[in-house]
């Protein structure tokens, strides 16, 4: 039997396959048929060990216009929250559905997971990478402002998972990308490694928003990290995209944020709110960007 593919990382994706999935991201969004069906019968296994809005609505909704349908599981719901081994689970679920989604806390029960799988698995977010958002935010800016190779984006704050997949996203797509973070919070050194010369570590966001396209923030707290806010909020307090930061960047830079945001802490109410900001057409680009990703995986 073939091995299943997995989208567990950007760097599953070649640089031309990334586009073509843009573009075709692009496509099923300009032209819904509800007649389309590929995945009729399908079904897919979204396991949550993480609470989720935009995650879960997308995957659903996504698999329901296409015809198949999807099975939300909580650890509350399954033997995973009991324990059960992650290989059993694997073998097991993956033996009765044609794909899973998991979004966890360690990026290791995903990689695992799909060790064992018999179908494909999809990385819905883990503490070391979210590669589904940033499909969803390159069509965003593909959509806005064409190709970004060769452009400069900035990551203002936490090199957390958010920040190591725009790194990956830079090697396929030839993006510079400038981080500017605390010191305390950087990415992860070989992820940056990984990029070469195309990755730029700054503590300063106006050094880092010179000249870029698109400006790039997510919470100073995630997830599991609510006993650090207060120790964050003073680490990352000249860290807000504000507007004198857009205003640094070029005239026609966007705004992004994978939401949900904190307005007046991470960002400036007046810059997510305001005329640069592209934040809800970022999320409603997971439905789009992850019907393609789902096509992908599950019609070749």
């Given amino acids: 039997m073939n091995k299943p593919r997995h989208f567990i990382s950007l760097l599953d994706l070649s640089s031309e396959e990334f586009r073509t999935l843009i573009q075709r991201a692009i496509e099923l969004k300009n032209t819904r048929n509800p007649d389309f069906q590929p995945l009729k019968g399908q079904v897919l296994a979204m396991i949550f060990e993480k609470s989720s809005t935009r995650t879960r609505i997308s995957f659903e909704t996504g698999m329901a216009n296409f015809g198949g349908s999807a099975i939300f599981l909580s650890p509350r719901d399954t033997q995973l929250g009991r324990g059960e081994p992650i290989r059993d689970s694997a073998k097991v679920i993956s033996s009765m559905v044609d794909a899973i989604m998991l979004r966890t806390n360690d990026h290791a029960t995903v990689t695992e997971f799909a060790e064992h799988s018999s179908v494909p698995v999809i990385n819905g977010l883990t503490d070391l990478l979210h590669p589904c958002q940033l499909l969803a935010d390159m069509q965003t800016y593909f959509e806005h402002r064409g190709d970004i190779k060769g452009k400069t984006v900035a990551w203002i704050g936490d090199g957390n998972n958010m920040c190591h997949s725009y790194i990956n996203a830079a090697i396929r797509l030839g993006f510079n990308l400038r981080i500017a973070s605390p010191e305390d919070y950087l990415p992860d050194t070989d992820i940056v490694k990984s990029a070469g010369n195309l990755v730029q570590l700054s503590n300063s966001t106006m050094e880092a928003t010179k000249d870029a396209s698109l400006i790039v923030t997510d919470v100073w707290a995630s997830m599991g990290q609510e006993e650090e806010q207060q120790l964050r909020i003073r680490a990352f307090k000249d860290f807000q995209v504000t507007q004198a930061i857009m205003d640094n960047a ?51």
Wanted: hydrophobic share 45%; with cysteine; glycine share 4%.
């Fill in 250 to 300: 070029n005239s026609d830079a966007l705004f992004m944020h994978c939401l949900p945001a904190h307005r007046g802490e991470e960002v400036a109410t007046e810059v997510i709110d305001g005329v640069q900001s592209v934040i809800y057409d970022e999320a409603e680009n997971r439905l789009h960007a992850q019907k393609a990703l789902l096509e992908l995986l599950m019609c070749t």
